[in-house]
């Protein structure tokens, strides 16, 4: 094995772990009967910022130097990576602040969940042009 395949190995988790964590939240504004949702969506997005930081560091110590047009693509798709990881890490923050603090504040929960979908926002962003270096670029040599 390559070292350069922890990256890949690694940037699947944030992208699934933030999607899902957030859609749990979502779903509990609408549904509040189902009392397990902020939980699962707070464990997710702990796991999910744990996951980020892992992802962004693994492309930047372990991934090849990319030069030519892709170079651009990887410069959106690791803007978007750092969009991520601080947002994640900072809604973490704030949760965990208004867990343990200020339960119940309504203000602090609304900052969360409007960094959470931000995060939800650039994690798909920084997949999809992570995507596109690897399967329009080095795969098939094509930019589309």
């Not at 464990?43 to 744990?50: A, H, K, R, V």
């Not at 047009?69 to 990576?81: C, M, N, Q, Y």
């Amino acid at each position: 094995m390559n070292i350069s395949h922890l990256h890949p190995m690694t940037v699947h988790f944030p992208v699934a772990l933030i999607m899902v964590g957030f859609l749990a939240e979502t779903i509990y504004l609408f549904y509040k009967k189902e009392s397990w949702l902020p939980l699962a969506g707070t464990c997710l997005m702990i796991l999910g910022t744990l996951a980020a930081v892992a992802g962004f560091v693994t492309g930047e110590f372990f991934t090849p130097e990319v030069t030519g047009p892709a170079d651009s693509i990887k410069e959106t798709h690791e803007l978007f990576a750092r969009i991520t990881m601080f947002v994640m890490i900072a809604a973490c923050v704030i949760r965990l602040y208004t867990m343990y603090k200020t339960p119940g504040n309504r203000n602090l929960e609304r900052l969360v969940y409007t960094l959470y979908l931000i995060a939800f926002i650039s994690v798909g962003l920084a997949g999809y042009f992570g995507g596109k270096i690897v399967y329009d670029i080095w795969l098939t040599g094509v930019i589309k």
